[in-house]
């Protein structure tokens, strides 16, 4: 088992860019699969990145290819998403999620998710 908390969500302009970090408990954070997930508003959880244990693949949702990276620190248990250029259809709670061995971008192949961080893009 492995438990997840986000941070780094806040408030920011249009075209600018934040680092969200996704801190897990335990020794087993490398045998994990992780991904990005976000919920904005009256709207169904959607998938951003996903990653593979030891870092590699990558895969992003179209929406945010090219502004957002998804990267992993094994040592420190810790899973970032850095997001760039940031726009306001990207405003949404941000969670982090721990799956199997396997990267994938299907929401119900994760096992375990953190609280969520929000994220608001002002324009």
């Known amino acids: 088992q492995v438990q997840l908390v986000e941070s780094g969500g806040g408030l920011v302009q249009a075209g600018g860019s934040l680092r969200l970090s996704c801190a897990a408990s335990?020794?087993?954070?490398?045998?994990?699969?992780m991904g990005w997930f976000r919920q904005a508003p009256g709207k169904e959880r959607e998938f951003v990145a996903a990653?593979?244990?030891?870092?590699?693949?990558?895969y992003y949702a179209d929406s945010v290819k090219g502004r957002f990276t998804i990267s992993r620190d094994n040592a420190k248990n810790t899973l970032y998403l850095q997001m760039n250029s940031l726009k306001p259809e990207d405003t949404a709670i941000y969670y982090c999620?721990?799956?199997?061995?396997?990267?994938?971008?299907?929401?119900?192949?994760?096992?375990?998710w953190g609280q969520g961080t929000q994220v608001t893009v002002s324009s």
């Open positions: 335990g020794r087993t954070f490398g045998s994990y699969a």
């Open positions: 999620a721990a799956g199997g061995r396997i990267a994938t971008i299907v929401r119900l192949e994760y096992d375990y």
């Open positions: 990653i593979g244990r030891i870092g590699e693949p990558t």
